[in-house]
């Protein structure tokens, strides 16, 4: 093989990749969304979890420091900054019914009345095209 025609088999296999890789993946099911939900509300309470511990290991590492150093500047009075986030609690959120989520009906359903009006020519249309006498 040539070095154009390995050039040209390479970048058409990549090109092939890329499209598979940029598939349209169909949408979750209710179940999956929910524990996507989840999930993902569990990583945001860990990462306040892990905030929280590193805040009290920052005030124990800055009391020692003072305690040890004469010349440090006291603690102010206002206390530590640390929040604790508490233990983990997800209540899911409520599903709404369709047609209270903002969802309409297609046309055609016992909801909605058949469109029973015929189109009508426009009149400007038919005295431009009558012959003058």
């Known amino acids: 093989m ?3 025609a390995r050039k040209t088999l390479v970048a058409l296999c990549a090109t092939c990749v890329c499209t598979l890789a940029s598939a349209k993946l169909p949408p979750p099911t209710p179940e999956a969304a929910a524990k996507a939900a989840e999930a993902a509300a569990k990583s945001a309470w860990a990462g306040k979890v892990d905030n ?3 805040c009290l290991s920052q005030d124990k590492v800055a ?3 003072r305690k ?3 010349s440090a500047k006291p603690a102010t009075a206002a206390g530590t900054g640390c929040t604790d986030p508490g233990p983990f609690a997800y209540t899911p959120p ?3 019914p369709i047609e209270a989520a903002g969802a309409h009906s297609p046309p055609g359903t016992a909801s909605s009345p058949p469109n029973t009006q015929v189109p009508q020519a426009p009149a400007a249309a038919g005295a431009a095209s009558a012959p003058k006498s």
């Open 52 to 54: 929280f511990k590193l």
């Open 63 to 65: 009391a020692h420091y």
């Open 2 to 4: 040539t070095f154009l």
């Open 94 to 96: 409520v599903a709404k």
């Open 68 to 70: 040890t150093t004469p």
